[in-house]
């Protein structure tokens, strides 16, 4: 199995963790054995986001996605932030605060979940009055966690030992614009997003009846 950085190996991740007896699990109680806690921080695209999220449901699965308020890729009090809401809300999916710390601004379109965007050792893991933080024990522990930053796995692409059921539980942290732009490296996969981008912007700029002749 080549472990490319599509949809298409994303599904066998998915399909891995069901072969290895795995629960796909909310952040709302401590982690049992078999428990999964597939979370999405979505940095840079709700488009991305919510492709992830429809291939999700189509699979049988819940995940969590971190939003964010303070992003300049994207604004989630636009008709497509409102509606990327609505539709992980609809396909079953929780949502949460992606903050940029040490701003933490939640409101009623979050769940009480919190994910810190880059954060920093040293706050990484405090508990945060009134939210769960993901990254605070016990949700986050050495060797339950993966994350595919920057389009690298540190310890590996973790589909066989999800297919063995080699973890006792995990949280897996996946960034859905690696995912589901084109690149062999990041370097190609956000100039594949910014190519993307621009032809949004440019049927955004057409909507606004702006003469792009
Ligand atoms: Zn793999
Ligand atoms: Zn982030």
Redesign the pocket.
Known sequence: MSCAFDLAHYRELLDAAREGGYRFARFDSAPQAHDLFLRH?V?LSLEAALTMAELEHEAGVRATYFLMTESVFYNLDSQLGRETLARLRGLGHAVGL?AVHPQLHTDPRFDPLLAW??PDPDFVQEPVEGVVNVMQPPWFTAGRYRSDSNQHWREGCPHDELRAGAFEWLQLLVHPEIWVYDGATMGETMRAMLDAKREEQLGYLAGDRIDLA
């Open positions: 921080d940095d992606h965007h880059n």
